[in-house]
C-alpha cells in the first residue's frame, strides 16, 4: 500500500488548484448565469498541454496517468462544474474511445487535434430512445460500396458545438432481428449534419449539451471506429472510463461546497456566537467532510486500477454512484449551512447543487451504476 | 545567454502562518517559490527563448527546497542547483547566502542574474545587491522591464510608484518586481520532464567554504505575527452625536488627535 501521490501528480495538483482559483473561478456565477462557454479558459488549457492530458505524447498528449486526470477534473469542478464536465467529457468520451479503437492514421487526424486543443472531443451515444438502454439506438448508417450513409438523432450529446468531429453509436446492420451496433466518425461539418444548442438546463449551464440530427450524412468506410458490430462493448468500456471522470466532478464540487460551508460557519454569527460553534452545524461539516474524502480515496483507487491495466469497471461504477449521490448531500448541507443566503446565486452552493445533480444522471444513472455492481457481485 | 536565477522556498504568507518558541511552525505551513522569484524565473524563460542561452535555478536550502527547483525546471528552467546547507548551518543571512551564491558563481560564465526584488519572509532585498558586489558586477533591483540588445541592457524600475529608465550593460544583476511579467503556469509536459532535467546537489565542502566563513552577522531577536486586526465598530445614534463620539474616540482611545 502507498498512499501519497507521485510528485508530477502533486505538482499538477498544485498548478490546477492555482489555475481554478485564479482563472476559472471569477466568472463562474456570470457564466452561469449567461450560459456562457468558457472559451478562453480551454484556450489557456490547450497552451499548458493539458488537453492531451492522458493521450500518447505521439499524439499530442502529455503521456499522464488516470489519476492525474482525475486530478485536475476535481480541481475544475471545485470551482466551476460547467468547466469540470466540459473537460470531462472532452477526455473521457471525446478522446478516450479514439485512443482506445483507432486506427494509427485516426488517431493522427482525430486524436491530435483534441490534444492540441484545437477540437473539443464529443461522443454521441444517447438518443430519444435509448438511454440507459443505450442499446436502444435508432439511428441508421448504411454502407453503401465504401461509404456510410447515416440517419437518426442524438440527444443530449457534450461538447459537440465546439468538436470538429466526433464518434456515435449506429445500426450498422440487422442480423435475424438483431442489431449490429457500430460507431462511427463523424465531420460536424459535413453536409446534412445539424447541431443543436437549445436546451434550457437545470444547471451546468456553462457546457455545452446538444442535440444531433443527421439527414443522410454521408462519410467513408475507413471512418468505422474500431470493429464493425462492436460499437456496444466499445461504449460500455469508454463509459467505464468516463464514469471516474464524472466521480472526480462529483469530489471537485463537494470539496468546493464543503469550503464554503466552512468559511461561511466560521463568519456566520447568530444567538451571539458563529453558527461553526453550534454542534448541529459541526456535525453536519463532519458528515461533509467523510463523504468528501471517502469518495476521493475510491476515485483514486479506480482510476489507480485503471492505471494498472487491471479491471476497474466494478470500482468505476461504485466511485461514480457514490461520489455522485454524496456531492447533492453535501450540497445541500451547503446550502442549509448557509441558510437563505444559500438559497442566492451569489454564494454559489446553489448552482454547486444545480451542477452536481447531472452526476447522478449522466454517463449512467446511480441505478444503472447499481446494475452494473451487481452484476460484478452476482458474477463473482 | 547563461542566465541564473536565484530561488527561495518560502512559506506561503496567505496561508495560516503559527509562531512557536520564537520560530515559524513549518509542520502544516505552505511552502511556495518566492513570488518575486517567480517573475524572475519567467523574465529569464522568455529572455532564453528570445536569445538562446540556458537558465539555471540556483537555491540554498534543504533538501525541501528540491519541489521548488523542480517546479521552476517544470516552468520551463533547463537546470537546477540545490546548494544544501541543511547539515552545515542552523542559520543563514543576507550575508551568508550572498557569500555561498558567490563562491558558487564565481568561476561560472555569467551573463545575466535575476533574482526576486525581495524574499516574501524575511523581506530584506539585500542578497541580490550583495551578490552582485561580490562578484563585481552591475546591478539594479525592483525592475519591470528589460531589453537586451547585444551587451546593451535598457531597464525599467519601478521606484516608489514611479518609473526609472536605466542603460547599461551585461553583464548584470537584476532583481524583479511585480509588473515585470505574468509568470506562467507549469505546462503539463513540462510538469513531466521535469523530474528528467538535471538538477545538481552541493554542499558547503564542494564549494571550498569553510562554515566559519558564512557564520550569520545577524541575530534575530523575536519573531511575532503581526496583531490581530480588532472587529470595527459601528456608531448609531443622532448624527451629531455620533461625530462628537467618534472624536471623542480618536483623541482619547485611538490617540491620533
Ligand atoms: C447535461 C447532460 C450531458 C450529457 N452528455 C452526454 C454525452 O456527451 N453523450 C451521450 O451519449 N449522452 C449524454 N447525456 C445523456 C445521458 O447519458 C443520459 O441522460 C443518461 O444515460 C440517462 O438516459 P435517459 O436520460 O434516457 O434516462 P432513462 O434511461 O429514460 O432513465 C429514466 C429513469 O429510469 C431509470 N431506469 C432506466 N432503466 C432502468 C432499469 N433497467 N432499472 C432501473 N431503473 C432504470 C433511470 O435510472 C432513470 O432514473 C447527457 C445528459 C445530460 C443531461
Ligand atoms: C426565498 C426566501 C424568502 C424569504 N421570505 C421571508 C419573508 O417573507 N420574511 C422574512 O422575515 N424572512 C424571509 N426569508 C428569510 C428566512 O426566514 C431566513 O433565511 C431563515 O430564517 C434563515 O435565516 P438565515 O438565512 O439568516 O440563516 P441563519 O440563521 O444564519 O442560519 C444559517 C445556518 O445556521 C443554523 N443555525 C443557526 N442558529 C443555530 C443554532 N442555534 N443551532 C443550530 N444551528 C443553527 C441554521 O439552521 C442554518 O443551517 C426568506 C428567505 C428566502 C431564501
Partial sequence: MFFDLTDEQRMIQRTMKEFADEVVAPGAIERDRKKAFPKEIFQQLAEMGIMGLPFPEEYGGAGADTISFAIVTEELSRVCASTGITYSAHISLG?????????????????????????????????????SDAGGTETRAVLEGNQFTINGSKMFITNASYAKHLALTAITDLKDGKKEISAIIVPTDAKGFTIKDEYEKMGLNASNTTELILENVVVPEEN????????????????????????????????????????YAKERKQFGRAIAD???????????????????????KAAWLKDQGRPFSKEAAIAKYYASEMAMEVCDEAIQIHGGYGYMREYEVERYMRDAKLLEIGEGTSEVQKLVIARHILAD | MNIYVLVKRTFDTEEKIVVSGGKIQEDGAEFIINPYDEYAIEEAI????????????????????????????????????????????????????AYILAEYLKDKEVDLILAGNV?????????????????????VTTIT??????????????????????????????????????????SLPGIMKAKKKPLEELELDDLDIDEDDVEVKVETVEIYLPPQKAAGRVLDGELQAQVKELVNLLHTEAKVI
Fill in chain 1, 95 to 131: 478522446g478516450a474511445p479514439l485512443n482506445l479503437f483507432g486506427t494509427k492514421e485516426q488517431k493522427e487526424r482525430y486524436l491530435t487535434p483534441i490534444c492540441t486543443g484545437e477540437s473539443f472531443g464529443a461522443f454521441g451515444l444517447t438518443e430519444a430512445n435509448a438511454g
Fill in chain 1, 224 to 263: 468505422l471506429l474500431g470493429v464493425r458490430g462492436n460499437g456496444f462493448k466499445q461504449f460500455l468500456q469508454t463509459l467505464d472510463g468516463g464514469r471516474i471522470g464524472i466521480a472526480a466532478m462529483a469530489v471537485g464540487i463537494a470539496q468546493g461546497a464543503l469550503n464554503k460551508a466552512v468559511r
Fill in chain 1, 278 to 300: 453550534f454542534q448541529a452545524t459541526q456535525f453536519k461539516l463532519a458528515d461533509m467532510a467523510v463523504k468528501v474524502d471517502i469518495a476521493r480515496t475510491y476515485v483514486y
Fill in chain 2, 46 to 97: 522568455q529572455k532564453r527563448d528570445a536569445l538562446g542561452g540556458k537558465v539555471t535555478v540556483v537555491t540554498i536550502g534543504g533538501e525541501d527546497a528540491e519541489k521548488q527547483l523542480r517546479t521552476a525546471l517544470a516552468m520551463g528552467a533547463d537546470e537546477a542547483v540545490l546548494i544544501n546547507t541543511e547539515d552545515d548551518l542552523d542559520e543563514l543571512d543576507q550575508y551568508s547566502s
Fill in chain 2, 119 to 139: 524574499a516574501i519572509d524575511g523581506g530584506s532585498g539585500q542578497v541580490g545587491p550583495r551578490l552582485a558586489d561580490l562578484l563585481g558586477i552591475n546591478y
Fill in chain 2, 145 to 186: 522591464s528589460l531589453e537586451i540588445d547585444g551587451t546593451n541592457v535598457k531597464i525599467v524600475r519601478d521606484i516608489e510608484g514611479d518609473s526609472e529608465v536605466l542603460e547599461t550593460t551585461l553583464p548584470l544583476l537584476v532583481t524583479a518586481q511585480q509588473g515585470l511579467n505574468e509568470p506562467r503556469y507549469p
